[in-house]
């Protein structure tokens, strides 16, 4: 992997960090660590690891002090970037903190259902500094690349930090001069004050009882294809039961083309249909999920451009089990 710089002409402010080495091993465990740099009069602060201010069951927008603009989950389910519109639910993230025996993290979930992750490929477009940051399915619990530290940045910013002790490694947005450049990377913790290019301010927002309404694109004028996709994809599905447990009264939908939420409605009536009339696409709430361990995030807009198989789960309006959901309100300020 190639050495990253500061390649976007970003400064270097905000906290001090403590000089890193290159290199992966055993994640720590959390709270305190101190790489010894420093003389013996002037030691360097340990870093502080933690998870503040987030909390599972939370919705949060992310949106990056150095260029403004707000953690975006692009819509090929794959890419995370910076973008200024922040009322679609591409800006918005679920919080999981996932709590093990030697440390606490955080996962943080999209539009996708998919975590912001991280990854030790080079970053893969011109002006982006260090490695690629994806959205990434959680199955395994030995899947650290979801797992996040915080620790504080200024003006009550976080820093969103991934690796162990040997490379912890930094969420970034690029392109403060570049505007261009909006996508989000990844860069090594390698010297002793950060940009402000990788601080996030995180705005907890207010929840809401309604689901908010569909952000959905344009399909196509013939044929049941979404914008931009004529893949096909297998979508398994789970149908809550009246109080809102999940217990494997699903199946799948079988070879499904292109991203519409419509046409998965309709897809989803047919497969229904044997329970009765009852079952139709306007009163159901889906939500999709990234991975067997991922956690139920609200489907709001068309599937995403990849070939990935879908996992989401049906709730129907009217029933106990709905009346407990919450969604975020997108139009809270």
Do not use: C
Request: glycine share 14%.
């Amino acid at each position: 992997m190639s050495s990253s710089g500061s390649g976007d002409g970003s400064s270097s402010r905000g906290p001090g960090l403590s000089s890193l080495g290159a290199g992966r091993g055993p994640a720590p465990a959390g709270g305190e660590f101190n790489n010894g740099v420093g003389s013996a009069a002037a030691p360097t602060p340990p870093l502080q690891l933690g998870v503040a201010p987030f909390e599972s069951g939370q919705y949060v927008r992310l949106r990056n002090r150095g260029r403004g603009g707000y953690l975006f989950a692009d819509e090929s389910g794959r890419g995370l970037s910076i973008d200024s519109r922040r009322w679609m639910i591409n800006t918005v993230w679920g919080v999981h903190i996932l709590q093990t025996p030697h440390t606490v993290r955080v996962l943080l979930f999209g539009a996708y259902g998919r975590h912001v992750a991280s990854t030790p490929l080079d970053a893969p477009r011109p002006g982006h500094i260090g490695y690629y940051a994806a959205q990434r399915k959680f199955d395994e619990m030995e899947d650290t690349y979801v797992m996040w530290w915080t620790t504080p940045g200024t003006r009550g910013s976080v820093i969103l930090l991934n690796g162990n002790a040997a490379n912890l490694m930094a969420l970034r947005a690029n392109g403060r001069y570049r505007r261009w450049n909006t996508g989000v990377s990844l860069e090594a913790i390698n010297r002793t004050r950060v940009s402000s290019m990788m601080e996030w301010e995180v705005q907890i927002m207010p929840m809401r009882v309604e689901r908010p309404p569909y952000q959905l694109g344009r399909t196509r004028r013939f044929g049941p294809q979404g914008r931009g996709s004529q893949e096909i994809i297998m979508v398994s599905f789970d149908l809550a039961d009246v109080n809102g447990n999940i217990n494997g009264r699903g199946g799948t939908i079988g070879a499904f083309y292109g991203r519409s939420l419509i046409e998965l409605g309709h897809r989803l009536e047919e497969r229904f249909r044997p329970l009765g009339d009852g079952f139709i696409f306007q009163d159901m709430t889906l939500f999709i999920r990234g991975g067997e361990l991922g956690q139920l995030f609200p489907l709001l807009t068309d599937l995403p451009l990849r070939d990935d198989d879908i996992d989401i789960v049906v709730f129907m309006a009217g029933t106990p089990g709905h009346s407990r959901l919450r969604f975020p309100d997108l139009d809270a300020a």
